[in-house]
């Protein structure tokens, strides 16, 4: 539970609640979310999700323009040879690995798929490259299927929003988590509207608690603001002790 200070007695969120609240928020205000990678056809996002691993989208973008020119194709990546795909993508994170990944990606993409991008995360995982992150991704995003894909962003904004539990460890346990209570339909975009509050407002080293508006239902906002103690308040509820924050909290409507 989460407390919230309103009126004359202090609230307790039910997770089912903030969920409600975080849903309502970015449908109302951000409608439209999608991947800031840059492609064409589902062979170049996935291309480009592969290369995005540990790495920033901004950089990925300026490397794949050459790379899509050069290699089109599932064909032509697949006859490339390692030395001149990591040439154009040796800026990257782990250009090494990466380059192979490519070139057997693209092996596989032809030989076993008929160069057809698979629609399920376990045909996708079988590809080199292509963990469960990017595997939801691509049917997430190509097949707009309701699949959640935990990268970094999505996990720190999960758990400092109160969203998932502390136990939740590992990116698995967040998907888990998050499926369960983002209704089906929403899932796609909701995977992109937490990753682009993680890389814009909730960064990781100094959360813009000031810019966000989100705030009142933030478990990390919640505990980050001082508190006020109240001896024998007025504003109690069942005759028990509360606080409030000194900066306010606005008042929602359930």
Known sequence: MFSVFLGKCTIFMLKKERYQLLIKYFTE?????????????????????????????????????????????????????????????????????????????????????????????????????????????????????PAMAVDTHVFRVSHRIGLVAKKATTPLAVEKELIRYIPEELVPVAHHWLILHGRYICVARSPKCNECKLTQLCKFYEKSIPKVPIAKSQYSCCNQLITFRRTGLKIWEF
């Not at 990944?101 to 292509?130: N, R, Y």
């Open 29 to 145: 205000n951000f409608p439209v979310a999608e991947t800031e990678l840059n492609y064409s056809n589902p062979y170049e996002l996935l291309v480009a999700v592969i290369l995005s691993a540990q790495c920033t989208d901004k950089r990925i973008n300026q490397v794949t323009p050459a790379l899509f020119k050069r290699f089109p194709d599932p064909e032509s990546l697949a006859l490339a040879e390692f030395e001149e795909v990591f040439q154009y993508i040796r800026s990257v994170s782990y250009p090494n690995n990466k380059a192979k990944h490519l070139i057997g990606m693209a092996k596989m993409l032809k030989q076993d798929f008929h160069s057809e991008v698979p629609s399920t995360i376990e045909e996708l995982q079988k590809m080199p490259g292509v963990g469960r992150k990017t595997a939801n991704v691509i049917v997430s995003v190509i097949y707009n299927q």
